[in-house]
């Protein structure tokens, strides 16, 4: 059974830092597309980042120059570093596996892990 478990949420003033992680267990991690996507108050759920078995990785325009995603196939452990954070990316942040890279390829989500930014 795959499970993905997100941590490192909390609350930061704007301009500040925060790092989240996503322990995977149940499957072969190195084989899966994975990525951070959101979802904000009264918002639909966007894409934040993904990040290939390759090691390619994207990120949407929003994000850009600011957060980084990167994965740990040792540790079966995907990552989101956020800096300058904003006071809009206030948002349930979820980790989520997939056979692929598009958004509907994503077939495993975490629980979330809440991100607030103070202004």
């Known amino acids: 059974q795959v499970q993905l478990v997100e941590s490192g949420g909390g609350s930061v003033q704007a301009g500040g830092s925060l790092r989240l992680s996503c322990a995977a267990s149940g499957y072969i991690y190195a084989t899966y597309c994975m990525g951070w996507f959101r979802q904000g108050p009264g918002k639909e759920r966007e894409v934040v980042a993904v990040?290939?078995?390759?090691?390619?990785?994207s990120s949407a325009d929003s994000v850009k120059g600011r957060f980084t995603i990167s994965r740990d196939n040792g540790k079966n452990t995907l990552y989101l570093q956020m800096d300058s954070l904003k006071p809009e990316d206030t948002a349930m942040y979820y980790c989520?596996?997939?056979?692929?890279?598009?958004?509907?390829?994503?077939?495993?989500w975490g629980q979330g892990t809440q991100v607030t930014v103070s202004s």
């Open positions: 989520a596996a997939g056979g692929g890279c598009f958004p509907w390829d994503f077939e495993y």
């Open positions: 990040i290939d078995k390759d090691g390619s990785a």
